[in-house]
């Protein structure tokens, strides 16, 4: 992550916004632990500095975001191996998910396997037009295994997801919008300009209010509807105790734009 060393993960912060970027091209910025690794202290700087308001993952390069776990790394693998590998992607990727501030997935390419994991566990999918996703991962001999077996049917269904996991298919990117996958699909060549845009867009709301509204749906979702919405109040009851509140309220009474103090 410093200057000169070795890395496969890039980091960049401008206006406010972190962009991490996966950075094996060659290998379409498919993922072994030192990546996933890199990826995780790569979040957790942007999460931890006070001067980045919302995280952007994408991939080097033309064709990926990311074309799954490595798959050199994996088919050494024994068992034993293959689960511990699984819940470390898993917990890497829970960083992203439950990450107080929101991250964008950039997805300006493949986004297979891992990949796809990859783009789930983000808050926001913003994909180009070229970018194609899939489960492939029963052609390997595999399941998916860095939470795309749950990822995936709570954001299309599981009758939708049951099929790309089973069958392998890739999708287009206007697919994965269709089926709410993604959340939005813009030209190739505008996606990081586009995406930029959003991030500004998000970097200018209340960062407290913003966490809350993560925590409320990632945490109420797994929740039953009676604590999910106990939970909600909870957290919709704390924002009057913060100056954002305050400032943002008054801002619109007094016909102005709000600036937000993250307190
Ligand atoms: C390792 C990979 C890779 C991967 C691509 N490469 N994907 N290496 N792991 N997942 C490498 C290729 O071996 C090749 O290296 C180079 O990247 C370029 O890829 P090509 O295959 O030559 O490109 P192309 O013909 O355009 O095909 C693109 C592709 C294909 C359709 C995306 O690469 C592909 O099918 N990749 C694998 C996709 C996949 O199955 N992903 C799921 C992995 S399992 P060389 O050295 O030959 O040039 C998984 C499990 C997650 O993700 C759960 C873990 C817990």
Not at 109 to 133: D, S
């Amino acid at each position: 992550m410093e200057q000169g060393a070795p890395t496969a993960v890039e980091y960049t912060v401008r206006d406010r916004v972190a962009w991490i970027t996966v950075n094996r091209p060659k290998k379409l910025n498919a993922l072994n632990r030192a990546t996933v690794q890199e990826i995780t202290v790569a979040a957790t700087r942007a999460i931890d500095d006070p001067d980045v308001a919302v995280l952007v993952l994408t991939g080097a390069g033309e064709k990926a975001f990311v074309a799954g776990a490595d798959i050199g790394e994996m088919a050494a693998m024994d068992a034993r191996q293959g689960q511990d590998f699984g819940r470390f992607l898993q917990s890497s990727f829970d960083v992203l998910e439950r990450s107080p501030k929101p991250v964008i997935a950039a997805v300006n390419g493949f986004a297979l396997g891992g990949g796809c994991e990859l783009a789930m566990a983000c808050h926001i999918r913003i994909a180009g037009e070229n970018a194609r996703f899939g489960q492939p991962e029963v052609g390997l001999g595999l399941i998916p295994g860095a939470g795309g077996t749950q990822r995936l049917q709570r954001l299309v269904g599981r009758g939708k997801a049951m099929e790309l996991i089973l069958t392998g298919d890739m999708i287009s990117a206007d697919e994965a919008h269709r089926i709410g996958l993604v959340n939005r699909v813009v030209p190739a060549a505008e996606l990081r300009t586009r995406v930029a845009a959003a991030a500004a867009g998000l970097a200018a709301k209340s960062p407290v209010a913003l966490a809350r509204a993560i925590d409320a749906v990632m945490t109420g979702g797994d929740l039953g509807l009676d604590d999910a919405m106990r939970l909600e109040a909870a957290l919709f009851g704390l924002c009057f105790a913060t100056s954002d509140m305050k400032e943002g309220t008054s801002a619109f009474l007094e016909k102005r734009k709000p600036e937000f103090s993250g307190t």
